[in-house]
T-cell receptor
Framework: AQRVTQPEKLLSVFKGAPVELKCNYSYSGSPELFWYVQYSRQRLQLLLR??SRESIKGFTADLNKGETSFHLKKPFAQEEDSAMYYC??????????????FGGGTRVLVKP | DAGVIQSPRHEVTEMGQEVTLRCKPI?????LFWYRQTMMRGLELLIYFNNNVPIDDSGMPEDRFSAKMPNASFSTLKIQPSEPRDSAVYFC????????????FGDGTRLSIL
């Protein structure tokens, strides 16, 4: 079974402070991990994926297979980063196609 | 590309009524997903289709929920009869079958059952 855990439901930080959203997963194989973001009352959008190894909007995330984690980080949070963030996992079983398992989400509030 | 299109955007109805949510996936996408989002439970996968065929409906809460995909460009999620605890935002998403492609989400339908 595959599972994604986001232990923090709410993260509140001040503008300019670093922010780290935790994501842990359980999966027996080699999964693919994603971060999706949902701004207020908008659709979910893909933020980044581990295979891309890129920084989007100043965010980075590194897949740590030893710790089964995929934490999302940004060194200097901005007010426009306030949103709901979801970590998601896709297993590598072909029959499952593009099915994703989402974590419970973390709401980030960046205060001025 | 208009993206994934869901209708209606908002629905308010009384308990016991039938509710039908609609989704038009992105043209060329072979997979379609229905999710429910609530404060308590976050984002839950209800059902998904590959090439119009339901693959996994284990997330459908109970028999009051049903989903169909009669063709590649249209899907419905139906609740009959509806109950107040069904109030949530329902998202539809689509993707290709390629493993390197992400899911694209619609704007969601905000459903309120009174």
């Amino acid at each position: 079974a595959q599972r994604v855990t986001q232990p923090e439901k709410l993260l509140s930080v001040f503008k300019g402070a670093p922010v780290e959203l935790k994501c842990n997963y359980s999966y027996s194989g080699s999964p693919e991990l994603f971060w999706y973001v949902q701004y207020s009352r908008q659709r979910l959008q893909l933020l980044l994926r581990h295979i891309s190894r890129e920084s989007i909007k100043g965010f980075t995330a590194d897949l740590n297979k030893g710790e089964t984690s995929f934490h999302l980080k940004k060194p200097f949070a901005q007010e426009e980063d306030s949103a709901m963030y979801y970590c998601a996992l896709r297993g590598m079983i072909k029959a499952a196609g593009n099915k994703l398992t989402f974590g419970g989400g973390t709401r980030v509030l960046v205060k001025p | 590309d208009a993206g994934v299109i869901q209708s209606p955007r908002h629905e308010v109805t009384e308990m016991g009524q039938e509710v039908t949510l609609r989704c038009k996936p992105i043209s060329g996408h072979n997979s379609l997903f229905w999710y429910r989002q609530t404060m308590m439970r976050g984002l839950e996968l209800l059902i998904y289709f590959n090439n119009n065929v339901p693959i996994d409906d284990s997330g459908m809460p109970e028999d009051r929920f049903s989903a169909k995909m009669p063709n590649a460009s249209f899907s419905t999620l139906k609740i009959q009869p509806s109950e107040p605890r069904d109030s949530a935002v329902y998202f539809c998403a689509s993707s290709t079958l390629r493993e390197d492609q992400p899911q694209h989400f619609g704007d969601g339908t905000r459903l309120s059952i009174l």
